[in-house]
């Protein structure tokens, strides 16, 4: 089945710098891969997704890349605000009704 | 987006005992509901998905007769534990997906189990 490994665990940044967060898949028949914030206690919140037709995507600060070949996405995120802290999860699937596979999440802390 | 609801948001139970949890989708027909359990500081795991009208699929390691899963309607739902243990504490997420949403999967608020 499919394993998704996500780096870092853990990632400090001072505000208004950008993070990076790095996942990789290992079933090269998954083609969606959505990223997911999740804040203590709350449900997970889709934030960006992506799909294995195209290498890039944006939205305003935030930003998914894909390398099909490599089996690699990741996430980026600009000019970072306190409220970005949480923790952030891949996650990667078939498409359809497929099930999610999730990476292991990065607690993303933003310095103010 | 589309919202989903799950009740109850917290339940604590003796050891012995069930629970049921509820999924709900309030806008849209779920074909397709998953069930994720999450450990403090952990990831979601999937412990199942059901389909509409059909028995629910189960992951590796995941026990069937302990985690009874029902989806009778479009819109519901249900995952009770049986026979709950402190071992079965934690965070129980439901989410659903459709063609009426894109197939995109949209998370229940979570149900925290403390089973003493």
């Known amino acids: 089945g499919e394993n998704v490994e996500q780096h870092p665990s853990t990632l400090s940044v001072q505000e208004g710098d950008s993070a990076v967060i790095k996942c990789t898949y290992s079933?090269?028949?998954?083609?969606?891969f959505p990223w997911y914030k999740q804040e203590l206690g709350k449900r997970p919140q889709l934030i960006i997704d992506?799909?294995?037709?195209?290498g890039e995507k944006k939205d305003q600060r935030i930003a998914v890349t894909l390398n099909k070949t490599a089996k690699h996405f990741s996430l980026h995120i600009t000019e970072t605000q306190p409220e970005d802290s949480a923790v952030y999860f891949c996650?990667?699937?078939?498409?359809?009704?497929?099930?999610?596979?999730f990476g292991t999440g990065t607690r993303l802390t933003i310095i103010p | 987006g589309a919202v989903v609801s799950q009740h109850p948001s917290w339940v604590i139970c003796k050891s012995g005992t069930s629970v049921k949890i509820e999924c709900r989708s309030l806008d849209f027909q779920a074909t397709t509901m998953f069930w994720y359990r999450q450990f403090p500081k952990k990831s979601l795991m999937l412990m199942a998905t059901s389909n509409e009208g059909s028995k629910a699929t189960y992951e590796q390691g995941v026990e069937k007769d302990k985690f009874l899963i029902n989806h009778a309607s479009l819109t519901l739902s249900t995952l009770t534990v049986t026979s709950a243990h402190p071992e079965d504490s934690s965070f129980y997420i439901c989410?659903?997906?459709?063609?009426?949403?894109?197939?995109?999967?949209?998370f229940g608020p979570g149900t925290r189990l403390t089973v003493l």
């Open positions: 079933d090269s028949a998954s083609n969606y």
């Open positions: 992506i799909r294995s037709n195209v």
């Open positions: 996650a990667a699937s078939k498409g359809g009704n497929e099930k999610l596979t």
């Open positions: 989410s659903a997906s459709g063609t009426a949403v894109g197939n995109e999967q949209f």
